[in-house]
């Protein structure tokens, strides 16, 4: 079964320090999603990309925050500067139509001291 | 008020019980209804969707009623692998596309 992969599993990073997000997603999905889960509470919304832009992001996705496609099989989230909230499992989804078709990845594990 | 409302539970319940979930949302607008599974740790999954009729996969039976803005979810004849958190979810289309919004999870722990 076609899968989205997510890389790291893990990232430790410190407070103030940028990171990249990694996701592959299913080769003939047009779109693209970032959500993010602080632990113990529920998976929230980040951005949604199709057609090679951003279609709608939510609050949380500030300045701080960008998505780039950049060779039409990555999928990348890029935090500029960490901060301690941003501590979270971030996953990545894609889907090709159809909103029953979506699949998540096993998210990356992002920590910030 | 939260757009997606659950009871976090945990409901706590012998193998062979059955079992139910509700949830309601506050968005009138919204369009598909899903009940996801997520396991410590992991990825949601996709359970099942949840159409106007009722439907049904195997064990588990999914309500919407509209009109009360209420989604439920109801599994049968419970298995340790049922333990999990249960998260309902709803999609709203816009014109920029849909997107997902979770509920809270409801927490399901079947012991022996």
């Known amino acids: 079964e076609p899968e989205v992969t997510q890389t790291p599993s893990h990232q430790v990073t410190q407070m103030g320090q940028e990171v990249i997000l990694r996701c592959v997603p299913i080769?003939?999905?047009?779109?693209f999603y970032w959500y993010r889960q602080i632990l113990g509470q529920k998976v929230e919304f980040l951005v949604s990309?199709?057609?090679?832009?951003?279609?709608?992001k939510s609050e949380i996705f500030d300045d701080q925050f960008s998505v780039e496609r950049p060779d039409g099989s990555n999928f990348t989230l890029k935090i500029r500067s960490t901060k301690l909230e941003d501590s979270a499992m971030y996953f990545c989804?894609?889907?090709?139509?159809?909103?029953?078709?979506?699949?998540f990845g096993s998210g990356t594990r992002l920590t910030v001291v | 008020r939260k757009e997606v409302e659950q009871d976090p539970g945990p409901f706590n319940v012998p193998e062979g019980a059955t079992v139910a979930f509700n949830c309601t949302y506050s968005?009138?607008?919204?369009?598909?209804f899903f009940w996801y599974r997520q396991d410590c740790r992991k990825e949601p999954k996709l359970l099942m969707s949840?159409?106007?009729s009722g439907n049904e996969d195997g064990r588990f039976t999914a309500q919407l009623n509209r009109a009360s803005q209420y989604i439920s979810l109801l599994i049968r004849d419970s298995k340790l692998s049922d333990s999990a958190t249960y998260l309902c979810?709803?999609?709203?289309?816009?014109?920029?596309?849909?997107?997902?919004?979770f509920g809270g999870g409801t927490r399901l722990m079947v012991k022996p």
């Open positions: 949840v159409y106007s």
């Open positions: 979810v709803v999609n709203t289309h816009n014109n920029a596309g849909n997107m997902l919004t």
């Open positions: 968005n009138s607008a919204s369009q598909s």
């Open positions: 080769s003939n999905h047009l779109y």
């Open positions: 989804a894609s889907r090709y139509s159809g909103v029953d078709g979506y699949t």
């Open positions: 990309f199709y057609n090679n832009e951003i279609s709608e």
